[in-house]
C-alpha cells in the first residue's frame, strides 16, 4: 500500500480549490470584464476622438469633446451644459431626500407590523416596480395632465397657471423619481430595522430623551448602513435616469442621462454622449467615496460597508 506525503496530500487540496476557485470565479469575471470593462474602455476613447461629419468619432484625439460639455462652443461659452449638470445634481438631491423622508416611517411601519402580513406589505412595496418604467410614466402623465383632479386642486390652490396641470414640469420629474426608487430604500431599511436593539431605545426613553433624540442617538446609528445603502441604490441611478425626465418633463426638465442619450441619436455627436457618460462615472465614484466617508464619521470610526 502506497502512502501518500502530506505535502502531496496538501498540494492535491490547494490544486483542487483553485480548480474550484476558477469554475465559480470566471463566469462572473468573464461576463463584468465583456459587459462592463471593455464598454467603458471604449466609451473613454470614444470620449477623447474628433466628432466626425455625420457624428461618429474619428481621428486624430482631442479634448474638443469636454470643451462642448462645459459649454465652450465656436460662439464662445454656453452655461447650457452646465445647467444640465445643476438640475441633475438637484433634481437627485431632492428625490433622495424625499424617498428617505417616506421610506424611514413605512419600514419602521413594516417591522412593527404581525410576522405573517410583513411578507404581503413588503409585496405591495414591491409590486409597482415590477411594471415597464415607461408605462409608469404614462400612468403619471394621464394623472398630472391638465383637466385631472391632481392638477385642478392645483390650480384651485394657486399652485399652477390654469389649463397648465402639474404635466410636464420639474415637479413632475421630482414625483416620478421619488415613486421610481421608493421600493429601493424601503427594503434596505427594512432590513436594518428588524436588526435594531429595542434596549437602546427603551434606555433612551427611560432617560427621558425626546423622540428626536431617541431616534438620532438610538435608532439612526443602527439603521445607518440601511440609510446609506438605500442612498447608493437610489441617488445613482436617478443621477443618470432618462425615461422619467424625458416623459414627465416634457423638455422642460432635461438631465444628464437625456443630454448623453441626444448624443448618440438626434444630435449625433458621439465623442460628446462619451464625454457626458465619463462625467457620469466620475460623479458615481465621488458619490461613493463621500457616502464611505460619512458613514464612518457618523459610524463612530467604523467602517460601514456599502
Known amino acids: 500500500m502506497v502512502r501518500t506525503s ?3 496530500s496538501r498540494r492535491r487540496a490547494v490544486v483542487s480549490e483553485t480548480r474550484h ?3 465559480t470565479v470566471t463566469p462572473g469575471a468573464f461576463w ?3 459587459f462592463l470593462v471593455l464598454p467603458s474602455a471604449y466609451l473613454m476613447g470614444v ?3 474628433t466628432n466626425g461629419p455625420y457624428g461618429l468619432p474619428q481621428m486624430p484625439l482631442s479634448l474638443d469633446s469636454f470643451e462642448r460639455l462645459a459649454g465652450v462652443g465656436f460662439l464662445g461659452w454656453s452655461p447650457g451644459n452646465l445647467y444640465t449638470l445643476l438640475r441633475s445634481l438637484w433634481q437627485t438631491l431632492v428625490s433622495t431626500v424625499l424617498v428617505v423622508i417616506i421610506a424611514y416611517p413605512v419600514a419602521y411601519y413594516i417591522t412593527t407590523c404581525r410576522e405573517k402580513w410583513r411578507p404581503i406589505l413588503l409585496l405591495l412595496v414591491v409590486v409597482p416596480s415590477w411594471t415597464n418604467q415607461v408605462i409608469r410614466a404614462f400612468g403619471w402623465m394621464n394623472l398630472l395632465a391638465p383637466g385631472t383632479p391632481l392638477s385642478s386642486l392645483a390650480e384651485s390652490l394657486g399652485l399652477v397657471a390654469p389649463n397648465m396641470g402639474l404635466y410636464p414640469s420639474n415637479f413632475a420629474v ?8 421608493l421600493p429601493f430604500m424601503v427594503l434596505p431599511l427594512y432590513a436594518a430595522f428588524e436588526k435594531l436593539d429595542t434596549a437602546q431605545v ?9 423622540p428626536i433624540r431617541a431616534f438620532w442617538h438610538a435608532v439612526f446609528p443602527q439603521t445607518l448602513p440601511g440609510l446609506l445603502a438605500g442612498t447608493v441604490l437610489v441617488a445613482i441611478p436617478a443621477f443618470g435616469m432618462y425615461v422619467i425626465p424625458e416623459l414627465l418633463g416634457g423638455g422642460k426638465g432635461m438631465m444628464l442621462g437625456n443630454l448623453v442619450a441626444n448624443q448618440f441619436a438626434g444630435s449625433s455627436n458621439w465623442p460628446l454622449g462619451a464625454a457626458g457618460a465619463i462625467l457620469m462615472l466620475i460623479a458615481t465614484f465621488i458619490g461613493l467615496f463621500a457616502m464611505r466617508r460619512i458613514g464612518k464619521r457618523l459610524g463612530g470610526g467604523e467602517e460601514v460597508v456599502i
Request: no cysteine; proline share 3%.
Open 21 to 23: 476557485l476558477l469554475f
Open 47 to 49: 470620449a477623447f476622438m
Open 174 to 181: 421630482t414625483l416620478g423619481l421619488v415613486y421610481n426608487f
Open 202 to 210: 427603551e434606555a433612551a426613553q427611560d432617560l427621558y430623551a425626546s
Open 6 to 8: 502530506p505535502m502531496a
Open 32 to 34: 463584468i470584464f465583456t
